[in-house]
């Protein structure tokens, strides 16, 4: 049952949720004056409670002669400050720690102006014993008749939310500031779908204590014996920034348990008690990337591109599309988008149009094989910056037609960049792949060939040329990521193509921003993005598995399925010859790669006749006469093996401690 869904047998009236920030007002023109009212009467009872209590042999005739004026004098005084201090106008289901400490402060002054009233009118046969103990007992009332209508109403909430239909028994991780605002959140909704049985936090001082009413049960590594002891069923992670090593480790500790995970974004970190329910989504791959979130400085972003015209490639793709995003936000004065898919290219553009009236966005129809049709529109355009995206990247495929990759990534690559060169472009930016790095596959291949492609025409051109290379990007068309995603939501298997296949990753706004700055920043001719650590594709199946709530092997199998043919176990960012690099900003580094051989132009050439012939065997041979490091992958046989359940991981140094 998700977030919001209504419970009905949790519903105390038919009334609307209330929570701190959208609780209706329930205005009584006369309800101060019953609370003063019942005020009144319990300082009264407190001083005559407190009379009986010190004079237990019985009361003095002037002490009863003075008791009644001391009574009336004690509830005045006690009714001006709490007047005073606004506590006669209360909320019953919002107060906290500051109203109790005005509380405390009111019944303080009280007590203080009256011990210096009690010498002036003649009471000084009322013993200052009384009037101290008369302070607690009239304290303790009035705090109980404030607070425990609030938490009776909580305990009854948490009880009939037990009880409820499709109450999920939860658990939060991390008793910090951001869970205690959160289960005070939720603790008073009435319509939570979440029963909150404890917390768990690695702060050794947190443990055994309470916070709201709830226990903190035990650390991390004790979340799968108290998710079994619990019977829970959903984990809310209430540490904002979570490291990625953290929350994988965490999915390690759960993964033979049937559970779901919701976490608080990164964003809402500093909001200070502004962190309620419907600010928890689910948990995703971002937040398993083994690095830090990057941080982008916009400003530069903005002195590189505002007032320039940009042309994209491939605009209508995964990374070309956010590349057009990201230049449209910091107004250029125009904004070209090539693409030879008229659909995704024209709802790209109308979604451009609507955000960004102000920027003049130009949708193109063409394809890059073409020359001609570029030299048109570089001629119209006359663009400044040009972002080359447009390629064929899908590497099983490729390796079929290995013609098709040559036509597209090698020379329609060399067609673009020949455009820039003749309409003057400043600056030529080509979106490479890590795979072209000791390339085992033509796709691979043909990326590499297209970084010595621009490198050879910059040699007699005034335009800039700088290729970036990075790895895989989550969620674009074609990755692991939505693979997976529809094959849990279809009941599995989770096909994975070896257990030790590692990739490296990295969200698509991140790449883009890194690729924007690295390509304008004019830093060299290859610039290569720091993409963390690699991941592996077998964990990742498993973890997406189980933030889903299912159990890897047991509700969902990963099936082994081989490599295909041009893949490789691993993939790497840099050649022997391109290690000697310069990290000139934060995630960016430069390097130099060698330059093309002497007959370089002949052997495209070659390579061209072999590609147009459609001789895929030639188109091979010629690819490894460019590039020596190509090696071609052979088939290895389908592999059908099911991959055995995960046993929980050993946390390393940097997971050990899990706190809010």
């Not at 004079?55 to 009714?79: H, I, Q, T, W």
């Not at 102000?358 to 949708?363: A, F, G, L, R, W």
């Not at 993005?529 to 709530?549: C, F, Q, S, Y």
Request: proline share 6%; with cysteine.
């Amino acid at each position: 049952m998700k977030h919001g869904q209504k419970l009905e047998a949790m519903s105390l009236d038919a009334g609307p949720r209330e929570t701190p920030e959208h609780a209706p007002r329930r205005t009584h023109r006369f309800g101060w004056l019953r609370m003063l009212g019942v005020d009144a009467v319990l300082i009264a009872s407190s001083l005559v409670a407190a009379t009986m209590l010190h004079f237990a042999d019985g009361l003095s005739p002037a002490c009863k002669e003075v008791l009644p004026r001391a009574v009336a004098l004690l509830v005045v005084v006690r009714l001006v400050t709490l007047i005073w201090l606004g506590l006669h106008r209360w909320s019953f289901h919002r107060s906290g720690i500051h109203e109790a400490v005005r509380l405390e402060l009111a019944s303080l002054a009280g007590t203080i102006v009256f011990e210096l009233l009690r010498t002036v009118f003649f009471m000084e046969s009322l013993p200052g014993q009384v009037v101290a103990l008369e302070f607690f007992v009239t304290t303790t009332l009035l705090g109980f008749h404030r607070f425990a209508p609030r938490m009776v109403r909580q305990w009854y909430l948490d009880r009939q939310r037990a009880r409820a239909q499709g109450s999920q028994r939860t658990l939060i991780v991390g008793a910090g500031s951001a869970g205690d605002l959160l289960l005070r959140d939720l603790v008073r909704d009435r319509n939570s779908p979440w029963h909150v049985i404890g917390l768990v936090d690695d702060d050794p001082g947190k443990q055994g204590t309470y916070l709201n009413g709830k226990p903190v049960l035990g650390v991390l590594d004790a979340l799968p014996e108290l998710m079994k002891k619990h019977r829970v069923t959903q984990v809310l992670i209430a540490i904002p920034r979570l490291s990625p090593e953290r929350t994988r480790h965490l999915l390690s500790l759960c993964r033979h348990q049937s559970v779901s995970f919701k976490i608080i974004p990164a964003s809402f970190a500093y909001l200070d008690q502004k962190i309620t329910a419907a600010m928890l989504h689910d948990l995703s791959p971002e937040h398993l990337l083994p690095r830090d979130a990057i941080s982008f400085d916009h400003d530069e972003v903005h002195r590189l591109v505002t007032g320039r015209r940009i042309l994209v490639t491939g605009g209508a793709g995964s990374i070309g599309s956010e590349i057009v995003r990201q230049v449209a936000g910091h107004s250029p004065a125009s904004l070209v988008v090539v693409d030879i898919n008229e659909n995704e290219l024209y709802l790209l553009v109308r979604q451009l149009q609507a955000r960004y009236p102000h920027v003049p966005v130009h949708s193109v129809v063409a394809d890059i094989r073409d020359l001609d049709r570029l030299m048109r529109i570089g001629q119209e355009f006359a663009p400044q910056y040009v972002f080359h995206a447009a390629a064929h990247k899908h590497v099983p495929l490729m390796e079929d037609s290995p013609e098709e990759a040559i036509k597209n990534n090698v020379f329609g690559t060399q067609n673009v960049a020949r455009m820039a060169d003749a309409c003057g472009a400043e600056r030529f930016i080509l979106i490479s792949t890590d795979k072209a790095v000791k390339p085992s596959s033509v796709m691979g291949a043909s990326k590499r060939l297209a970084e010595m492609v621009i490198r050879d025409i910059a040699a007699t051109s005034r335009t800039t040329f700088c290729a970036v290379r990075f790895g895989n990007v989550l969620g674009s068309a074609g990755s692991v990521v939505p693979l997976f995603k529809q094959q849990i939501q279809a009941g599995g298997p989770v096909t994975v193509t070896h257990p030790d296949c590692t990739r490296y990753f990295m969200i698509i706004p991140e790449a883009v921003g890194l690729v924007v700055l690295a390509g304008l920043g004019g830093y060299g001719e290859l610039c290569i993005l720091d993409m963390g650590e690699p991941v592996r594709i077998a964990e990742l199946a498993a973890n997406m598995i189980t933030m889903t709530g299912l159990v890897p092997d047991k509700d969902i199998s990963i099936v082994y399925t081989g490599l295909r043919p041009g893949e490789k176990l691993e993939e790497t960012l840099m050649s022997e010859e391109e290690e000697l690099t310069q990290q000139v900003r934060n995630r960016i580094k430069v390097a130099r790669s060698p330059a093309p051989p002497a007959d370089f132009q002949l052997q495209l050439k070659r390579l061209d006749r072999a590609a147009r012939a459609g001789d895929s065997s030639d188109v091979k041979r010629a690819l490894q006469d460019l590039i020596p490091a190509y090696t071609p992958s052979k088939m290895t046989g389908t592999v059908a093996k099911v991959l055995p359940a995960f046993a929980p991981a050993k946390p390393s140094s940097a997971e050990q401690n899990v706190s809010a």
